[in-house]
């Protein structure tokens, strides 16, 4: 909110816009309830928000986590909307999240919270209207879950309103890992301004899930060297180098990065603030705050999770010079692949996988490019505050051609 204000006084928006941008257009609660493996029913909440649809239907993902809030369900949703305004794509932002810990569900239990929780929410998606994906803790194996019920319930075979789907439901191969394929390629971008080259750049990754290890192998891929990885367990750290592939096999064998043979141990607080060029949260939000934002030590930052960086904490690498590129350029190569799958089912084509990559980094390459642009012409501000001038106006411009502000 203190970072839209800040937008709302460079773009001269006066009260009621700001309120009109803030506002999500609607917010869905529903209580979502399974029989439990021991014969009890189990209950959960959970939201949509449909924060904006200015440009588009609504467009964002869907995470299973323990500590899920209405209020960060909220706050995504409106990332949603900068991000998918900020790469042009014909969307506007929407977010889900279900208050629960899916590590402690069987599978069955996963996929039947997974279908009652479209069963509660149809009349409110479809290609057309909001398209869920998938967010932390939810793969391709939850939107196949997703997109049969809703087709079922429906009788309706809209492939396009969910994606992030396997290539057997209509889904491309590259969506798997396009998030930290975009991440790696934009800090490379990054990097070439503000470090002189990504090539032999140390690199920490907080988070070793999709966007975590997929950003590792092709950071690696790319000439930078991974020193500190992590999950919700811990992570660790060696300045030797870590094996990317190694990592992904202890993680699959043992549950966890930590079990990483070679290097020192150390918990994601430590891990964070500790020796590197490049730092890539790509966790949770707001992992970068006013205690630890002083004490980082990286050169240049990029958000893999959305929002990881609090607004005090952008204040304090803004003055110590350590520029952060943002989550709504950084992580998009999500949104992009799922716009490739979506378009792809709309017309009812089927993309080459090359052609697939080259259109999303290319497409994020001119976001990048235009943020830059702006980021010199605005002069005295940092990436995030230009790349929201650049998303918060074209969501104006699109509400005011509309009357809808
Ligand atoms: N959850 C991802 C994000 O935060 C992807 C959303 C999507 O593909 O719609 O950008």
Same mark, same amino acid.
């Given at each position: ?19 009109? @941008? #803030? ?8 209580? *979502?309830? %399974? ?20 440009? $588009?239907?609504?467009?964002?993902? +869907? ?23 900020? @790469? ?8 889900? $999240? ?19 929780? %479209? ?33 079922? %319930?429906?009788?309706?075979?809209? @492939? ?35 470090? &002189? ?14 966007? $975590? ?8 891929? @790319? ?16 300045? &030797?180098? %870590? &094996? ?12 966890? +990065? ?18 590197? &060029?490049?730092? *890539? ?42 520029? +952060? ?30 052609? #697939? ?49």
């Amino acid at each position: 909110m203190k970072k839209l204000y800040k937008i709302g006084g460079i773009l001269s928006l006066h009260d009621d816009e700001l309120q009109a @941008l #803030a506002i999500p257009e609607r917010v869905i609660q529903v209580k *979502v309830q %399974i029989p439990g493996a021991d014969g009890k029913i189990k209950t959960f909440i959970g939201w949509r928000s449909q924060h904006n649809s200015a440009l $588009g239907p609504y467009k964002g993902g +869907v995470r299973y986590h323990p500590n899920v809030s209405q209020d960060e369900v909220i706050a995504l949703s409106m990332i949603m909307t900068w991000k998918n305004s900020l @790469l042009q794509l014909p969307y506007g932002g929407g977010k889900a $999240g279900i208050r629960v810990d899916p590590k402690s569900l069987t599978r069955a239990e996963l996929e039947l919270l997974s279908r009652n929780f %479209i069963d509660a929410i149809y009349k409110y998606i479809g290609s057309d209207i909001d398209i869920p994906a998938p967010d932390v803790n939810t793969d391709s194996q939850v939107m196949s879950w997703f997109i049969d019920e809703y087709i079922k %319930i429906t009788g309706k075979v809209d @492939l396009g309103a969910v994606t992030g789907k396997p290539v057997e439901l209509g889904g491309i191969s590259v969506r798997e890992y396009s998030t930290g394929l975009g991440l790696a390629h934009i800090a490379k971008l990054a990097a070439d301004k503000f470090l &002189d080259g990504i090539e032999g750049r140390s690199v920490i990754i907080q988070g070793f899930g999709n966007l $975590g290890s997929f950003a590792a192998k092709y950071l690696s891929e @790319l000439g930078a060297k991974i020193v500190g990885i992590s999950d919700s367990k811990g992570g660790v750290l060696n300045y &030797d180098g %870590i &094996d990317v592939n190694k990592a992904l096999e202890v993680k699959h064998r043992t549950g966890s +990065v930590i079990n990483y043979p070679e290097g020192k141990k150390v918990t994601n607080d430590e891990l964070l603030v500790s020796q590197c &060029d490049i730092l *890539v949260p790509a966790a949770l939000e707001n992992v970068i705050h006013k205690y630890n934002a002083p004490k980082i030590q990286a050169k240049l930052i990029v958000e893999g999770a959305n929002g990881p960086l609090t607004a005090d904490a952008d204040e304090i690498l803004a003055h110590r010079q350590i520029p +952060v590129v943002p989550d709504i350029l950084a992580n998009s190569g999500g949104v992009v692949g799922s716009y490739v799958e979506w378009a792809n089912n709309k017309m009812g084509e089927i993309i080459e996988e090359e052609e #697939a990559k080259k259109l999303i980094l290319s497409r994020m390459e001119k976001a990048f490019s235009e943020i830059y642009k702006k980021y010199n012409d605005l002069g005295d501000q940092d990436l995030r505050t230009a790349a929201m001038v650049v998303a918060v106006e074209r969501v104006v411009k699109a509400m005011r051609a509309r009357g809808m502000i």
